[in-house]
């Protein structure tokens, strides 16, 4: 019985639950590493990566089950697709393992991290299916002060250090007391970043700050875009809406889609209506109707202004395959043929930040994202860039379920480690969130009731690394995995752990 690869398998699938597990991750690959390092057989070596890895993303994609977008068989097929598909890579990472510790084990250890790194950041790139849920990293973005080296390093540093501190617990017994002390030490010094978390309140005195009203309406499913609940829909809206607007905010925010009306190339007039009603700039997910030239529709957020204007200020790049994405090339095009591709969204672009004039003060820089492409590192980052002090993340998920918003609202937060940028995560059925720019929440709506609230939000300031230079880690993980592989080919065995 493949008992090792069960039980990491049972370990990661816990850290990366809906609940306060996460440190998990830091023990959770011992079991397997230990039987990696012994050096089995390549294809038993797969074969137990492939089994974890069946285990943990079987467990981490649970709330497909809860879906109720798609229609049909759609999200039981992505599944059956996906899952076999995401532990192929993890059947990969054991496998190269393995093969280095038959030469050097100690060497195999040392090259882990960074081969984890580089197969998380490969398969969340833009090849088919673009899956970049479930990494390492997000288990612990609940716990800040676990996660300030986020800052430094990035996603895929964050998810390599706890899988450097496994391979540290493995490589543990091998070691000498003085180089274990000294190794403990360099793989804590990431901590040493969050450690002021743990003494101290807010650090943003004297920031300037932006007053940002959420409304959550919490409408299901089954009710949104129905012409007949238009009305009543935008009611709820209107009613949660009026009372932050009262309490002078800078900005209001609603969920994604939550204009109901389709867009067209001149914007809404009833909307830039309602903007003008209400005497403050509107942010507001809506669909937009295909352009000349375009074959598909676009899920975007848009300004609605009292001077009558709704520019669209952001579009969805990265809409979910399967459910929201349209079919692209033959195969999806024969599965949505068959009944079995719902999507009709096409891939949005990338939008500078907004300038959200401001009385008596510079306009605040504003970066909007769609829902999932929170989950794409670069898209926060290329909007921190480009000058954002702010993110806005417009969502909804009450077709996935609430154990997909939690999932969704840990990504948010980490994003605002990695970019020194609040974020303010604002969702149909919740979490919706004020979150600081260490990834603290400050303030918050209780998911699954309708509410509103106006919160004061410090803007950020300056860039750290990642936000200036992308993600270093990765390629100097791919880098140094490379070597490793390079040494354990052509450098003559050692069979020692050191």
């Not at 609940?229 to 949660?240: A, E």
């Not at 994003?415 to 020194?420: D, H, M, Q, S, T």
Request: aromatic residues 8%.
């Amino acid at each position: 019985m493949p008992v090792a690869a069960l039980l990491s398998g049972a370990l990661l699938a816990g850290a990366s639950l809906p609940a306060p597990f996460g440190p998990l991750g830091f023990v959770g690959l011992v079991p397997l590493l230990l039987a990696l390092v012994r050096g089995p057989r390549p294809s038993r070596a797969f074969r137990d990566g492939f089994l974890a890895g069946l285990i943990f993303f079987g467990v981490g994609f649970g709330w497909v089950f809860q879906s109720e977008v798609g229609g049909g068989i759609s999200p039981p097929l992505a599944y059956a697709l996906g899952i076999p598909l995401l532990s192929v890579g993890f059947g990969l990472f054991a496998l190269a393992v393995a093969w280095i510790a038959r030469r050097w084990p100690g060497l195999a250890l040392a090259a882990a991290p960074g081969l984890w790194a580089g197969i998380e950041f490969a398969r969340s790139q833009d090849w088919w299916p673009t899956l970049p849920w479930n990494h390492l990293g997000y288990t612990i973005a609940e716990w800040p002060f676990l996660v300030q080296g986020a800052s430094v390093f990035g996603l895929y540093g964050l998810s390599a250090w706890m899988v450097a501190v496994n391979a540290w617990l493995v490589g543990l017994r091998h070691m000498s007391v003085a180089a274990g002390l000294a190794l403990a030490l360099l793989l804590a010094a990431p901590l040493a970043l969050g450690l002021p978390l743990l003494a101290s309140g807010s650090s943003d005195a004297g920031a300037e700050r932006l007053r940002v009203a959420a409304v959550q309406p919490v409408i299901d499913e089954g009710r949104r875009h129905v012409p007949e609940r238009l009305q009543g829909n935008l009611r709820r809206l209107l009613d949660l809406t009026e009372p932050v607007v009262a309490e002078r905010a800078d900005l209001v925010v609603w969920p994604e889609s939550a204009w109901e009306r389709a867009l067209g190339a001149g914007g809404d007039a009833f909307l830039a209506a309602i903007a003008h009603d209400l005497e403050t700039p509107l942010v507001t997910g809506a669909w937009r109707m295909p352009a000349p030239g375009e074959t598909s529709w676009r899920n975007t957020a848009v300004l609605a202004t009292s001077d009558g204007r709704t520019p669209v200020i952001a579009e969805k790049v990265n809409p979910v395959p399967f459910y929201e994405r349209a079919p692209e090339g033959p195969a999806a095009r024969l599965l949505a043929r068959a009944g079995l591709w719902s999507g009709r969204f096409g891939r949005g672009s990338a939008r500078e930040p907004l300038r959200l004039p401001r009385a008596g003060a510079a306009p605040a820089r504003i970066g909007v994202l769609v829902c999932i492409d929170v989950s794409h590192p670069e898209l926060a980052r290329e909007a921190r860039a480009a000058g954002a002090q702010l993110l806005v993340v417009i969502a909804n998920e009450a077709g996935t379920g609430a154990w997909s918003a939690v999932l969704h609202a840990r990504i948010a937060r980490l994003r605002a480690v990695e970019n020194r940028v609040p974020v303010v995560r604002v969702a149909n059925t919740g979490p919706t969130l004020w979150i600081d720019a260490h990834g603290r929440v400050v303030a918050e709506l209780a998911a699954g009731e309708p509410a509103s609230a106006v919160h004061a939000i410090a803007l950020a300031s300056a860039h750290p690394p990642p936000a200036r230079v992308g993600d270093p880690t990765v390629a100097a993980s791919c880098f140094l995995s490379a070597l490793a592989i390079a040494a354990a080919r052509f450098v003559p065995a050692w069979r020692g752990v050191e």
